[in-house]
């Protein structure tokens, strides 16, 4: 998501060319990354997979050895740009987006296609609590999902997913495909295949919420933002704030996610300490331990990871070979968890 901005073409093709070799097989954009998100620079992040996918495809990458994933905008009305704010994400903008998607990616088929949020009032990035006054008159999840039905049909898309999505759309969703192929016949609505939800030491709403309903609906999670956005590598707990470059820093008052999900607040930072002593104990890094943690969630699809350079990928990808944590950690960090919560929900 930082492939247009932070990151130029060249480096993201080194990085892809990495990741590749370290096996990695999923790529994960969106239709208004990179952020900060402008006008200028949306739509780059997915030319930029693109431009690799086809100087690749000619011998060194086989297209369907690479799993490629994007995102239909949710509502935001702060980025005129992309359909005039997004308003809404009705049948013809996830038409719209896809078709838009499809030719930035240079490809035929998106592998993974998913609604980036919810069209419709949930508490969200860093809220909590849901307030019924919020309410306000939203696309139907029953059109959303036979917009997405049809693109499946068309062969443009070959499995659906949510993100940021709520127990109750997610499962909302799964009984409408459920319900439409009961009668035998073809579903007008897909089936929910993938969830991309924040998922680390410092969010866990998932393990609270959603993991009974994707157990029961066998929907696998794609966590994102397994690090927190680099809190989780200690790098903001030097004392000085951590480096100028860092994203947080670097973007300061430009991305509302970093401003309001990861502030770095008294409770956020003690949690972040906490977890490094543990992992200090057991003879590892705080990255370490967040990346395998992620990767230790019984629910898991993948883990999305976005690394900023490929020593950064390089050092990922040698934490998520070594595995799940073994049981005894995965209790100790509950212990932390218990008293802390999800300070970064």
Known sequence: MLFGTSTGEKEAFAMLDRAR???????????MYPVPQSAESQGRSEVIVGNWLQSRTRGAVRREDVVVATKVTGPSGQMPWIRGGPPRVDARAIREACEGSLRRLQVDCIDIYQVHWPDRYVPMFGETLYDASRRYASVSL???????????????????????????????????????????????????????NAYNLLCRSFDASLAECCAEERVSLLAYSPLAMGLLTGKYHDGRGGPPSARLNLYRGRYYEGEQRYARTP???????????????????????????????????????????????????AYARKG????????????????LGSPAP
């Open 21 to 31: 070799d370290h096996g990695i097989n999923l790529l994960d954009t969106a239709e």
């Open 267 to 317: 409770r956020v930072m003690e949690a972040v300490g906490r977890y490094a002593a543990l992992a200090g104990r057991h003879g590892m890094t705080c990255t370490e331990l967040a990346i395998r943690f992620a990767a230790s969630c019984d629910h898991l699809g993948s883990v999305v990871v976005g690394a900023t350079s490929c020593d950064q990928l390089d050092q990922v990808a």
């Open 324 to 339: 799940r944590l073994g049981e005894a950690l995965l209790r100790e960090i509950d212990l932390i968890h218990r008293d």
């Open 142 to 196: 029953e059109e959303q999902m036979i917009a997405l039905g049809s693109l499946v049909e068309e062969g443009k898309v070959r499995r659906v997913g949510l993100s940021n999505e709520t127990p109750w759309g997610l499962t909302k969703c799964c009984n409408l495909h459920a319900a439409s192929a009961a009668g035998g016949g073809e579903s007008r609505y897909p089936r929910i295949h993938y969830l991309q």
